[in-house]
């Protein structure tokens, strides 16, 4: 079992940046890759950026150029830094852990509200 915790969500003006962190514990060593997905009210969740082991990330065409994800050295914590960010970007966020076996984990979701 995976256990992930999120924070540094909140409320920012259109065009501010923030930064997100998850933290992983538990069997992390058995996680294969992290991310970020949102899921804005009325929609489904949606990939925003994920980074496996080896170190390559994926972004979704919405925010690439803007978003940054990150993994920390000991591979159990990863952040999403975010610029430029629009009203488009609302949504909760959550954290995901994909292990080996393709089994999903999520951290709760923080909110991340763009104001315009």
């Known amino acids: 079992q995976v256990q992930l915790v999120e924070s540094g969500g909140g409320l920012v003006q259109a065009g501010g940046s923030l930064r997100l962190s998850c933290a992983a514990s538990?069997?992390?060593?058995?996680?294969?890759?992290m991310g970020w997905y949102r899921q804005a009210p009325g929609k489904q969740r949606e990939l925003v950026a994920t980074?496996?082991?080896?170190?390559?990330?994926n972004y979704a065409d919405s925010v690439k150029g803007r978003f940054t994800i990150s993994r920390a050295n000991a591979k159990n914590s990863v952040y999403l830094q975010m610029i430029s960010l629009k009203p488009e970007d609302t949504a909760v966020y959550y954290c995901?852990?994909?292990?080996?076996?393709?089994?999903?984990?999520w951290g709760q979701g923080t909110q991340v509200t763009v104001s315009s």
């Open positions: 995901n852990a994909a292990d080996w076996l393709k089994q999903d984990y």
């Open positions: 980074v496996a082991n080896s170190g390559s990330t």
């Open positions: 538990g069997s992390i060593f058995s996680i294969a890759a």
